[in-house]
């Protein structure tokens, strides 16, 4: 059996929370259990949470735009190629898929284009380097039209993954992998943790990156924020094992855009209000949720990925093998992820 404990610290952004302990006790939400704070941490605790940071500082190093110093932000300047790392190889390829059934809509350049829509105020600073300012938006912040932004046609979409794991980058193009980057540190985390320690059929883990998790040995109960009205729940679901991830228009916004915004297009996506996908990874998880924003459901079984629900004009649809959705409780409201 597994050391119990249970973390909530920050990363990426947002807020990352990681809980081991017996089944028994971790039914339901994790909001009835106390975190500790990353420094009272002791033993095998300590230990893994260390490699969490390492995990996490890895990643930002590499892949993250809104890290100044990190290869893809260095390459957005200066152009150039790099190797995709091993543990993003999948994401990559993932990607691919993603960008085929959207018509090119999701996809990994979608930075620039971000960028000019104003969306670049997060502080991504690895956690164990020393803090590295990143410019505040402020109130003169312009914001481009979609005629001002160069976007990718297809034969760029086309060759941007056809020299896969390598990646050639003009001076401009930024790669932004928010559409499945968190996704991807649930999962290396979560495997790192199993590699770690002694997980048997009493325990539970959950690996939560503010919403996108992944679960072994649950139940755990999931709450589908409403799209409608983020201080309410849809309804609650139960997960065993696999992960979840939903998106919206809600998470984020800059004046008049949220931060679903299509690459051939350049416009935010309107096709649904909200989405929640339940898959085997938390990395397509994470990439089906956004996908859904530009394409039918439907076609998520490209990705591997059947179970999935959308809200649309204040209704619910759900495919068939989608968790039951159960109506919440009064003691549901306020415990989604």
Not at 245 to 266: D, M, N, V, Y
Request: hydrophobic fraction near 40%; aromatic fraction near 6%.
């Amino acid at each position: 059996m597994a050391q119990p404990f249970h973390v909530v610290f920050p990363a990426l952004g947002t807020a990352f929370e990681v809980a081991v302990g017996p089944s028994a006790t971790m039914g339901g939400s994790m909001a009835h259990h106390k975190p500790t704070h990353p420094d009272a941490l002791t033993g095998v605790a300590r230990h893994c949470f260390h490699r969490i940071i390492g995990i996490l500082d890895e990643l930002v190093r590499d892949l993250s735009r809104w890290y100044p110093q990190s290869t893809v932000s260095q390459l957005a300047i200066t152009g150039g190629q790099f190797t995709v790392p091993d543990y993003a190889r999948p994401m990559f390829a993932a990607y691919k898929t993603a960008a085929d059934i959207t018509g090119g809509e999701v996809h990994p350049l979608i930075g620039a284009t971000l960028r000019a829509r104003g969306f670049h105020s997060d502080d991504h600073t690895p956690l164990a380097a020393p803090p590295h300012p990143t410019p505040a938006l402020t109130a003169s912040t312009s914001i481009a039209s979609p005629a001002d932004i160069p976007q990718l046609t297809t034969d760029q979409h086309n060759q941007f993954f056809a020299t896969l794991p390598t990646i050639a980058l003009a001076p401009g193009q930024v790669i932004d992998i928010g559409a499945a980057g968190k996704g991807l540190a649930v999962d290396l985390i979560t495997e790192a943790l199993i590699e770690e320690l002694p997980i048997d059929s009493d325990d539970t883990l959950l690996v939560n990156g503010s919403g996108d998790l992944r679960v072994v040995g649950g139940p755990i109960t999931i709450g589908l924020e409403n799209p409608y009205n983020p201080a309410e729940i849809l309804g609650v679901i139960t997960l065993t094992e696999g992960s979840f991830a939903a998106s919206s228009p809600a998470r984020r916004t800059h004046g008049k855009w949220h931060h679903l915004i299509g690459e051939i297009s350049g416009n935010p996506a309107t096709l649904v209000d909200g989405a929640f996908v339940v898959a085997p990874t938390a990395m397509l998880a994470d990439l089906a949720a956004t996908c859904c924003f530009f394409t039918h459901p439907e076609n998520l079984t490209a990705l591997g990925v059947t179970q999935w629900a959308v809200a649309a004009q204040e209704m619910l649809y759900s495919s068939p093998d989608f968790p039951v959705v159960e109506a919440p409780r009064t003691a549901d409201q306020g415990q989604h992820p």
